[in-house]
């Protein structure tokens, strides 16, 4: 899945998942730096929503003629 | 047409005895003037309707003509039949005074298409005809009317169950995509941009604005009209937002407006006001997802739904790394467990074999020094019996030696005796041999050169040569002739 396909949504949802994972201790040392690193791109995502705007204008005008 | 107009009010009206005897003197073709006519009903009316009076009626159009004056068209409706229609004045030092006192209690204009209660006088003009003179409109009644449309508004909504209907939606996590209902000139929209757009926090909003009229009796279409735009590309959008401001409090009851709060229940999309009024609740803002009262707090709602989003977001990082610390320091602390009992162990196993090979390496020694002892015995016994043996052997020896001693001394002394005898008689010889001894005898020695005359060394005529005898040296000179080879005696 790339990044602009994940919306805040579900990149949110995913990184709370991980969290509630490693708080229930469900991730072992093997796995952690695989999930840290999905974590840090999903906090990145995230963070970009905050800040960015992607809406294309003309698109939307386009849609209400 | 005078004469229908006579006879309509004869239905309702008596005639006085003087228009009557008119009528009686018909048949003789009394002829009257307009004028006198006109003067007749005006003067009936006018003694009939001396009096002013309260009367509700809706007013359908105000007809407000640049002098300032109105006319407006009033009416009563039954099940939506026009049942009773009849034209009024207001002039406009009253409407003045009406809209002044309305703006103040109803918190609204004299409005078109309202139930309102006015103070009449009715009056017939000769030229203009019947007309209910306003002297005054009740601001409480047009204010109890506002009550009472906003009431079956709810209650309609209510009864569609569309109450709710909005605020049941789910809010987006973040709501950045905003559809702003407002107008361009709005203080309520410039309030609101510059709240999302100036926000310390670098969140970036998109907004874009659907322009309508915010208040008055055109807002309800006005706003529903950019709903249904919206309508049309709610994928673009998050929410909508209708902000308004600046405007006063005035105009507001659009919101109350059945339509209007129908289409805001139904939309797709939350449908968030600040329309920026402080008194009562409209119904609009009562059944919008969240009512931010201003266009300013809406806005900050905004900025604080991206910072709930934001918050978890950080917390969530911060507790990854921790926990990510936690797991590896708990790791490392087992690891490090693991590695000192390991090292106990092995610790311990070493140390035993160490005493074990310390224990071999004694057990070795004291039977190494065993044996050694034993051995250094029988060597010290073999070194005594090589001693003795040595010994005996001297002892042997010696005695040998001093037996050959015993015998070795008489003999070696006549040895000695028999060699001193010889050497005594050699010792004589070798003097009677000696060339004293013998040149003594007569014998003598002719040397020539130097040396002794020989056959090497022989002489001629005139050679010197010297004889030495005993006592003498003799020099001569050869004179004749060669010398002759003497053979020898031996």
Redesign the interface.
């Known amino acids: 899945m790339s990044k602009e396909e994940l919306s805040?949504?579900k990149a949110?949802e995913e990184?709370?998942q991980?969290?509630r994972d490693?708080?229930e201790g469900e991730?072992?040392?093997d796995e952690?730096s695989v999930k840290?690193k999905r974590?840090?791109e999903l906090?990145k995502i995230?963070?970009t929503?905050?800040?960015?705007?992607?809406?294309d204008?003309s698109?939307?005008l386009k849609?209400?003629e | 047409m005078a004469k229908v107009v006579i006879f309509t009010f004869s239905v309702n009206h008596p005639p006085d005895s003087s228009f009557c005897l008119s009528l009686n003197f018909m048949s003789d073709k009394q002829i009257f003037t307009l004028q006198k006519v006109v003067a007749s009903i005006k003067k009936t009316i006018d003694d009939r309707y001396s009096q002013t009076y309260w009367v509700k009626a809706e007013m359908h159009k105000l007809n407000r003509f640049p002098s300032g004056h109105c006319f407006p068209e009033l009416a009563e409706k039954k099940d939506g039949k026009t049942v009773a229609q009849i034209s009024g004045t207001i002039w406009k030092t009253v409407m003045d005074r009406v809209n002044t006192s309305f703006l103040k209690i109803a918190k609204e204009p004299v409005k078109e298409g309202s139930t309102m209660l006015f103070l009449v006088k009715i009056t017939f003009s000769e030229i203009y005809g019947l007309s209910l003179h306003i002297l005054d409109i009740d601001p409480n009644y047009s204010l109890g009317e506002l009550q009472r449309e906003k009431e079956e508004t709810l209650k309609r909504l209510a009864k569609e169950n569309l109450l709710n209907r909005n605020q049941q939606l789910k809010f987006?996590?973040?709501p950045?995509?905003i559809a702003v209902i407002s107008a361009y000139t709005s203080k309520g929209l410039s309030d609101f941009m510059q709240v999302l757009q100036a926000n310390e926090?670098?969140?970036?909003?998109?907004t874009?604005l659907f322009p309508a009229a915010l208040q008055g009796d055109i807002a309800s279409a006005s706003i529903r009209k950019q709903l249904n735009?919206i309508l049309?590309?709610k994928q673009?959008f998050d929410a909508v937002v209708i902000v308004r401001g600046g405007g006063g409090e005035v105009g507001l009851t659009c919101y109350n407006d059945y339509e209007l709060c129908a289409a805001i229940a139904n939309f797709p999309l939350p449908v968030l006001t600040g329309i920026g009024h402080s008194t009562n609740l409209t119904v609009a803002e009562m059944i919008a997802y969240t009512n931010g009262i201003t266009p300013t707090e809406l806005a900050e709602m905004f900025i604080r739904s991206?910072h709930e989003?934001?918050v978890?977001?950080e917390d969530?990082?911060k507790?990854?790394v921790r926990?990510?610390k936690r797991?590896?320091e708990e790791?490392d602390e087992k690891l490090g467990h693991a590695q000192k009992l390991f090292l106990t162990i092995v610790k311990g196993a070493f140390s035993g074999h160490q005493k074990l090979l310390k224990e071999t390496e004694v057990d070795l020694l004291k039977a190494y020094q065993d044996s050694k002892s034993e051995r250094s015995t029988e060597i010290k016994l073999a070194i005594g019996r090589l001693v003795r043996e040595a010994h005996f052997l001297l002892q042997n020896n010696k005695q040998s030696l001093n037996h050959l001693r015993e015998k070795l001394k008489p003999n070696t002394e006549r040895t000695l005796m028999r060699f001193e005898e010889k050497i005594a008689l050699l010792a004589h010889n070798v003097e009677l041999l000696s060339p004293q001894m013998v040149l003594k005898r007569g014998y003598s020695i002719t040397r020539a050169n130097g040396k002794v005359i020989s056959k090497d060394n022989t002489v001629k005529k005139g050679d010197k040569i010297i004889t030495f005898t005993h006592e003498l040296e003799i020099e001569s000179t050869v004179d004749c002739g060669e010398s002759v080879r003497v053979e020898s005696e031996e």
């Open positions: 805040y949504d949110f990184l709370q991980i969290v490693m708080e991730i072992g040392v952690l840290v974590a840090s906090i995230c963070k929503k905050l800040s960015s705007t992607e809406e204008v698109k939307i849609g209400l | 987006p996590l973040l950045k995509r926090y670098g969140y970036s909003f998109y874009h735009r049309t590309v673009y991206f989003f934001a978890p977001v969530a990082q507790t990854i926990l990510s797991l590896l790791t």
